[in-house]
């Protein structure tokens, strides 16, 4: 069983940092990508970024894509989310997930963390 806890989330100023991590434990085969997903107010659960443990490939929504810096730590079994030049759209709560697959959509996603809130205030 995977289990995924967020943390990093906060309030910030548009245009500055947060960096969100996200502790994994119980990793299988089936959880070789680790994604993050956010969801705004009144709005459906969007992907923002991937990496797989094995190779470390990247995947970035366009919207985040050249601001958000996806990264790992294997050792620490912890996924990063630098999120830097942030703007008052990128409020939403982040979360973590993890699937055997890059996935772009929820469709399917078994593995999901709690959720941290980010709020970027204009």
């Known amino acids: 069983q995977v289990q995924l806890v967020e943390s990093g989330g906060g309030l910030v100023q548009a245009g500055g940092s947060l960096r969100l991590s996200c502790a994994a434990s119980g990793r299988t085969f089936s959880s070789d990508v680790m994604g993050w997903f956010r969801q705004a107010p009144g709005k459906e659960r969007e992907f923002v970024a991937a990496?797989?443990?094995?190779?470390?490939?990247?995947y970035y929504a366009d919207s985040v894509k050249g601001r958000f810096t996806i990264s790992r730590d294997n050792a620490k079994n912890t996924v990063y989310l630098q999120m830097n030049r942030v703007k008052p759209e990128d409020t939403a709560v982040y979360y973590c997930a993890a699937s055997g697959v890059v996935k772009t959509t929820t469709d399917g996603i078994k593995y999901w963390g709690q959720g941290t809130q980010v709020t970027v205030s204009s």
């Open positions: 990496i797989t443990w094995s190779g470390g490939d990247t």
